[in-house]
Nanobody, 121 residues
Framework: QVQLVESGGGLVQAGDSLRLSCAASGLPFSRYAMGWFRQAPGKERKLVAHIHWSGGRTYYVDSVKGRFTISRDNAENSVYLQMNSLKPEDPAVYYC??????????????WGRGTLVTVSS
């Protein structure tokens, strides 16, 4: 049974940092590309960052470039999202997801339940 469990969300002030973690189990983690998505109230869930299974290629949506960093530790079956300089437009439920397709922009195979990030201005 595949499980993706996110953690690290919380309430912070604008300009602060948070580090999200996603622990994966039940799948050959090093064979899966991983993505972080977010969904704000009333909006569609959208890709924020994506990392190749090797960790050698990453993708970021323009709005987070230079502020967010996705990384992974295949030995720990985990993926991370370091979020710096958080802005009032960043609050959302953040989800991690796994895909056998190495490139971003395709459907994901597995999803976590999400972790809530709230930013106060």
């Amino acid at each position: 049974q595949v499980q993706l469990v996110e953690s690290g969300g919380g309430l912070v002030q604008a300009g602060d940092s948070l580090r999200l973690s996603c622990a994966a189990s039940g799948l050959p983690f090093s064979r899966y590309a991983m993505g972080w998505f977010r969904q704000a109230p009333g909006k569609e869930r959208k890709l924020v960052a994506h990392i190749h299974w090797s960790g050698g290629r990453t993708y970021y949506v323009d709005s987070v470039k230079g502020r967010f960093t996705i990384s992974r530790d295949n030995a720990e079956n985990s993926v991370y999202l370091q979020m710096n300089s958080l802005k009032p437009e960043d609050p959302a439920v953040y989800y991690c997801a796994a895909s056998t397709v190495p490139e971003p922009g395709y459907g994901m195979d597995y999803w976590g339940r999400g972790t809530l990030v709230t930013v106060s201005s």
